[in-house]
């Protein structure tokens, strides 16, 4: 008891203890710009029974502590000034789902209302407890969906195809998907609501609605995605229901993080308007014959003609109908099913049913009987499916058509003709008998008798009723090799033809034709002849052997290397399989001629021999090697050509053409008829006329050493695209000398062979040939020297190959003349001195320039020297040294080589470390020259000579210029001995008088400071004592003069030191 009592309390304390509990839909919520936009909000855990009121707010991401009002349930000043004007135009509002539930609703979006969205429930319940707000984040991003399709209009016939295309496309860095659409709306009411066609959803599967579901099954609506932004609809067999504005709508969706699908943006591109044409399901029928009156025995041929919109796809089956009794009938599928009386004559071949075209149906009976006249019907039944899934028929028949069949009455007439009333022997003879005016089958036979009629017609061969041949008695040997063949080439036309005819041929030729019909049933069925003619026509045989000849000819007895020429052999009359020829080429060499005439009898051999069967055999004599020689002949066997490509040299000769005839017998056996024999053809290969011309322009060229010398040798033309060039190099030293020497051959293959020239004038490393083009040739000297000046040209040979493959050297020109002047470089030296006039004191500096504004190459080196003219007479030092005439002496001199004492000259004073003499070169164009400590004896006229040296192309230095500069005049002021210059002049008395009394003082110093301190200390001391104080000290006095002439001075003044 006491337990129940427990839980008891314990439920209904925890049903007083419930919490409020605030719940908004979570996030992040991503949206695009303008969207509908809408957030649940619920709250839970209080008193049942009050309606509670939702307070809505927002916190922007750049101002996360701020609070901005938007819109509440309870108060309608609620929102702030940002979002004031938007609540009162209800663009923001909330909507009450229940009592404790709303659904906060942003009608367009903006950019910035993105950040965190709060839904605040006041309290309620007289006391606080649980969570009386929520939150959740809301991202804006642009709208970037778009969808469009050319607006048009489209008038189609029912049963057509359509195609529409859409390009939907975004940018977005969202994970949104597509769902495209077409939808259909009615042009009469624009309020009903859009039909939905086909729609590919955002998981990518085809939905098509309530009206096109069927029509997708059975494959007549598709939606493919041809590329990355581009969907195709397409419709099958329209149907006028079709009819309407058709449009695309796309949608963009994104999954919010409770895992459900929201629809960011939908959007519609432009309507195309689409008019369907119906098909009028009305058809009809007509029955159509040449003729309605036959004879018996004639063909019978009824077409029924179906007129109607889109037969193809329409279902009509077809029955033929004669007197009330069915023939046959074609469904659909275009298979004939038969009347019982009607399946034993098909399967003779006396009757055909047949499907010609969608449109028309044929009957057609072969061999008309009396009973087959009467009245022919063509019933047509159209089977037609509606939108219900059901099936139904639809009949019509045309108009009876009434046939008429006479009897058999024999009207045959016969022809005979022949290919030629006289042919040759081996030819073939045919005969072609022509009958006409024929109602039932034909038998034909064929006889043949001499022309005189001395004995009686013998039969050839006969044809029966059902085509089958039978020879003649005398024949049937020779009709068993295939000599006598009869044919039926139409149903009223037949041939007789006899091969390899004889001249026991000869003679009268009759064909005989009988007309037969059938009688009596089918089961017991007779034949009846009902009339019979003949034709006769005479036929000649005329020998092969007395019109045999054989003749050759040629339209180019002389040709040049390379050129074709052909040959004929004619030999007539016309070939005759049966009397075939074969034809032989036979060839003997220029070279077996005696004096270049025409060889003799017996020196010539076979070439090739076109045997009779046609086939070819080559001989032992082979004209280019086999390869350039072909042979062909004429579709009658009437002309035999040899042909010859690039002739050379072996194919120069006279040629000769036999022939010998055969006669084929009719086992088979072969035997000789006649030999023929043709005129001699003599046939000469010269080498061609030479092209080749060489540019001849004279020219002059002034080149500076050490640069690059180029000389051109251009072809201007050659005789032959193949042609091949030998290039010889020539040089003319100079006017009056020695015959042109060779510096350079080149072959034709490339190899390269100097002459003793260039040894000579070691041109081996400097000289190149180049090839720039098939037609332009250079010649390049690199680092020129002076030397290479001359006169040069090229010589070229043309070379070709005969047809054989030799080589043979064809003609040679030359160019013009290249005048080279190879020089050096122009001089352009200048130098130019710093100062015309100096002035210094003893023992001062001395500073000469020497500037060289222009030089004659930028690759030039320069050798500088000094020199001097002075007027005075030489020192003691000077006289030592080397001094020029005229009191001319070198004071310092440097090589092109940078060494010191190199140049031109060699200088009174050597270099070394103790030297007076200072050199530098600050800049590439100026030198200068510093003498230190300069004396007397140094004054004089300077100035400053300078060689200009180059490196000429053996890497050897030359001396190019010379060059002086203007005077400088030097002077130097002599020195009166004084205290100052003879202390500042000794080094040792320097330093004694103004740096060893500075240590000496300090330590004086120290030693006054140190009594001083010590005194202070013994007057504090007794003026402790005796009371009397130390009034002061007197610092001692030290000057010094700041020259070198004066020497600081330490004074002690009274009173200074106690």
């Known amino acids: 008891m006491g337990i129940h009592t427990l839980l008891i309390a314990c439920s209904l304390l925890g049903v007083s203890m419930a919490q409020r509990v605030v719940t908004v839909q979570s996030g992040p919520l991503v949206r695009t710009e303008g969207s509908h936009v809408t957030i ?138 597509l769902s495209v659409g077409w939808y259909l709306r009615s042009p009469e009411d624009a309020t009903m609501s859009p039909q939905e066609i086909l729609t590919l959803s955002r998981d990518f599967v085809l939905r098509a609605g309530a009206p096109y579901k069927q029509r997708m099954t059975a494959g007549d609506l598709r939606l493919d995605k041809t590329s990355p932004t581009s969907y195709r609809l397409t419709i099958h067999r329209l149907q006028p229901a079709d009819q309407g504005l058709l449009y695309c709508q796309a949608a963009e969706w994104i999954q919010d993080p409770d895992r459900s699908w929201f629809t960011m943006t939908r959007k519609q591109a432009d309507k195309t308007q689409l008019r369907i044409q119906p098909i009028d399901r009305d058809f009809s029928i007509q029955v159509s014959t040449e003729r309605r009156s036959f004879t018996a025995g004639e063909p019978l041929e009824l077409r029924c003609t179906i007129d109607a919109q889109s037969v193809p796809e329409r279902f009509f089956s077809v029955s033929w109908v004669f007197s009330s009794s069915p023939v046959a009938v074609i469904g659909p599928s275009a298979v004939p099913v038969l009347g019982l009386d009607y399946v034993a004559r098909e399967a003779a071949g006396h009757m055909t049913v047949r499907k010609e075209s969608p449109t028309v149906h044929l009957l057609k009976l072969q061999h008309l009987r009396p009973e087959d006249a009467g009245k022919y019907i063509c019933r047509v039944t159209e089977r037609e499916k509606t939108p219900t899934g059901d099936f139904i028929d639809r009949s019509k028949r045309s108009r009876n058509v009434q046939i008429t069949v006479q009897p058999i009455k024999s009207n045959v007439t016969v022809s005979l003709s022949s290919n030629s009333s006289e042919v040759q022997e081996g030819d073939v003879v045919q005969l072609t008998c022509s009958i006409h005016s024929t109602t039932g089958p034909l038998s034909v036979a064929w006889q043949w008798s001499e022309n005189q009629g001395s004995t009686p017609p013998q039969n050839l061969a006969s044809v029966d009723r059902d085509g089958t041949v039978r020879p003649g008695p005398g024949y049937r040997e020779r009709s068993s090799y295939g000599e006598i063949r009869v044919e039926r080439v139409q149903e009223d036309i037949y041939t007789l033809s006899l091969y390899n005819a004889l001249p026991g041929d ?418 590439s164009d100026l030198y200068s020259l510093t003498i230190q400590g300069a004396r007397p004896a140094d004054a004089g006229r300077y100035y400053c000579h300078v060689e200009e040296w ?76 005796n009371g009397a104080p130390l009034l002061w000290i007197k610092e001692p006095h030290l000057s010094y003069s700041p020259t070198c002439l004066d020497p600081p001075v330490l004074s002690l003044h009274p009173g200074s030191v106690d």
């Not at 049942?48 to 349930?73: A, K």
């Not at 203007?966 to 130097?972: A, E, L």
Request: net charge negative.
């Open 40 to 177: 649940w909000c619920n709250v839970t855990g209080y008193k049942e029974g009050v309606e509670q009121d939702f307070e809505w707010s927002m916190y922007l991401t750049s101002v996360p502590d701020r609070e901005i009002r938007i819109v509440s349930t309870a108060q309608s000043n609620y929102a702030y000034a940002v979002y004031a004007q938007r609540v009162n135009s209800k663009e923001i509002w909330v909507e009450r789902l229940t009592r404790d539930s709303a659904l906060l609703h942003i009608t367009k979006v903006q950019a910035r209302d993105q950040g965190l969205f709060e839904c605040y429930t006041p309290n309620t319940d007289g006391q606080y407890l649980g969570s009386y707000s929520a939150r959740t984040n809301l991202t804006v991003i642009p709208d970037s969906l778009a969808v469009t399709a050319p607006p048009q209009t489209l008038s189609q016939v029912e049963g057509d195809t359509l195609q529409l295309t859409c390009e939907v496309s975004r940018s977005t860095e969202q994970h949104t998907h």
């Open 950 to 1025: 180059l490196l000429n192309p053996r890497n050897a230095w030359y001396r190019l210029a010379t060059n002086i500069s203007d005077v400088t005049i030097v002077n130097v002021i002599q020195q009166v001995s004084t205290l100052q210059s003879v202390v500042c002049s000794n080094d040792s008395l320097f330093y004694f008088v103004f740096f060893y009394p500075f240590p000496i003082f300090g330590i004086l110093i120290i030693a006054v400071l140190l009594v001083r301190y010590k005194s202070h200390r013994h007057s504090k001391s007794q003026e402790s004592k």
């Open 506 to 923: 000869e003679g009268l030729f009759r064909c005989t034709a009988t007309e037969w019909v059938e009688a009596g049933t089918e089961s017991e069925q007779s034949w009846e002849k009902i009339g019979e003619k003949s034709a006769t026509k005479a036929i000649t045989v005329k020998t092969v052997e007395s019109s045999f000849v054989v003749s050759a000819s040629s339209r180019t007895p002389s040709v040049t290397f390379g050129d074709s020429f052909d040959l004929q052999c004619l030999v007539k009359p016309r070939h005759n399989p049966r009397v075939p020829a074969s034809v032989t080429w036979r060839f003997m060499p220029a070279s077996s001629g005696s004096s270049g005439e025409v060889g003799t009898a017996g020196m010539f051999r076979d070439l090739v021999t076109f045997t009779r069967e046609g086939t070819l055999q080559w001989g032992e004599q082979l004209l280019g090697l086999g390869t350039r020689t072909t042979v062909d002949r004429s579709h009658s066997n009437t002309n035999f050509r040899l042909s010859v490509t690039r002739a050379g040299r072996k194919e120069a000769g006279t040629y000769q053409c036999s022939a010998l005839l055969w006669r084929r017998n009719y086992d088979n056996t072969w035997s000789k008829v006649a030999n023929r024999t043709s005129n001699l053809l003599g046939i000469s290969v010269l080498q061609p006329v030479s092209k080749l011309r060489v540019q001849k322009t004279n020219q002059s060229l002034v080149y500076l050493e050490d640069s690059r010398v180029r000389v051109n040798c251009s072809v201007a033309s050659q005789t032959s695209t193949d042609s091949q060039h030998a290039m010889l190099w020539y040089v003319r030293r100079a006017t009056g000398a020695e015959a042109d020497e060779l510096l350079l051959r080149i072959e034709r293959s490339g190899a390269f062979e100097y002459g003793a020239y260039a040894d000579e004038e070691r041109l081996r490393r400097r000289v190149q040939a180049e090839r720039m083009s098939p037609q332009l040739y250079a010649l390049t000297l690199n680092r020129a020297e002076s030397s290479d000046s001359g006169t040069y040209y090229c010589l070229v040979e043309e070379w070709l190959t005969d047809p054989d493959g030799a080589w043979y050297r064809l003609s040679r020109d030359s160019s013009g003349f290249t005048q080279v002047l190879v020089r050096q470089p122009e001089v352009r030296l200048q130098v130019e001195e710093s100062e015309s006039n100096i002035t210094v004191s003893q023992s001062s500096s001395i500073r000469l320039g020497c500037s060289i504004p222009s030089q004659s190459s930028r690759d030039s080196r320069f050798s500088v020297s000094w020199y001097v003219e002075r007027s005075s007479m030489l020192s003691e030092e000077e006289e030592q040294g080397d001094v020029d005439e005229g009191n001319r002496a070198c004071v310092f001199s440097i090589g092109h080589d940078a060494v010191f004492g190199n140049g031109n000259c060699s200088p009174i004073e050597e270099a070394g470390p103790n030297s007076r003499l200072q050199f530098e070169r600050t800049t």
